[in-house]
């Protein structure tokens, strides 16, 4: 299956379309568990998360096979002990005695003056065993290039989605699969503001009033709604090996699961938006 879960629901209030705040821990077994029957195994999360590690950890006691855990550490030193003390605390929150993957939450701890200092610290992580894979999350494409061009990492993990396609480019596809290096996409929903209708949508975003408009009309051309809109988008980008996607019910990751399963994929480039206060949300004004 091509979709990973993404847990910052897990831990957190997340996503501007996200009402119903953190999930119980009951309801986030049930989900863990129907992911798995669907072979969804690869879960996403973040030591920044909240208590999202320690609702997955509490989770695996009732799962009857592994999973394969991807989690992200926030540096605020850049020396081997402090790494090795965070992804600790990320293990013990987690029950396990290492992740299938260790990243950096943030591009920049692999551009600034201690760039070659973290990633001895992350290789350090991996030759220890507490990690089979090492990469970054990166937020701009420029980043992408200049990170991977410089270190040998093993997987990164980048923003896609209708309205945001800067990473689908023939450039980028081409160098990933030359390096060999594992691609997870985020931010498919672009954090729920692609599934809402016009009534819901916050009214900072009416200067992209024609962008929605002209979403509105090719998938009522194909006959789709917005949810199968992103999932059939999601469908036809080859050269990416996961979708990370966040729920915030087992009722949500069932209709994902249905419809991603159902849907054709449909070629969505011409919606392509270039607009930073759009399609990045940590530039939202306050809603």
């Excluded at 030591?47 to 991807?70: F, R, W």
Aim: net charge neutral; with cysteine.
């Amino acid at each position: 299956m091509k979709l990973a879960l993404g847990t910052a629901q897990f831990g957190l209030d997340y996503g501007i379309s996200n009402k119903n705040g953190k999930i119980s821990q009951q309801e986030i077994n049930n989900i863990i568990n129907f992911s798995q029957r669907n072979n969804i195994n690869t879960l996403d999360t973040a030591s920044g998360y909240g208590d999202s590690e320690k609702s997955i950890g509490n989770a695996k006691q009732v799962l009857t096979s592994p999973l394969e855990i991807i989690t992200k550490i926030s540096t605020k030193e850049h020396s081997p002990t402090y790494y090795e003390q965070q992804l600790t605390l990320s293990l013990t929150h987690l029950q396990s005695s290492s992740v299938y993957a260790v990243m950096l939450h943030n591009a920049n701890d692999l551009l600034s003056s201690n760039a070659k200092q973290n990633y001895h610290n992350l290789i350090s992580l991996k030759n220890k065993g507490l990690c089979k894979k090492i990469g970054v999350s990166v937020y701009h494409p420029k980043q992408l290039i200049t990170i991977i061009n410089s270190f040998d990492i093993d997987i990164v993990q980048v923003p896609l989605n209708i309205f945001d396609q800067r990473f689908s480019s023939p450039s980028i596809k081409s160098i990933l699969e030359e390096k060999q290096i594992e691609l997870h996409a985020r931010s498919l929903f672009l954090q729920g503001l692609l599934l809402m209708g016009e009534q819901h949508r916050p009214k900072s975003f009416s200067p992209y009033s024609s962008a929605f408009e002209e979403l509105s009309k090719y998938i009522f051309e194909l006959e789709y709604s917005p949810l199968e809109a992103c999932l059939s988008f999601a469908k036809n980008q080859d050269f990416v090996d996961k979708f990370v996607i966040g729920v915030s019910s087992l009722t949500e990751m069932q209709q994902v699961v249905a419809i991603f399963n159902k849907v054709i994929p449909y070629d969505f480039s011409q919606l392509s938006r270039v607009e930073q206060s759009l399609i990045n949300p940590s530039l939202w004004k306050s809603q």
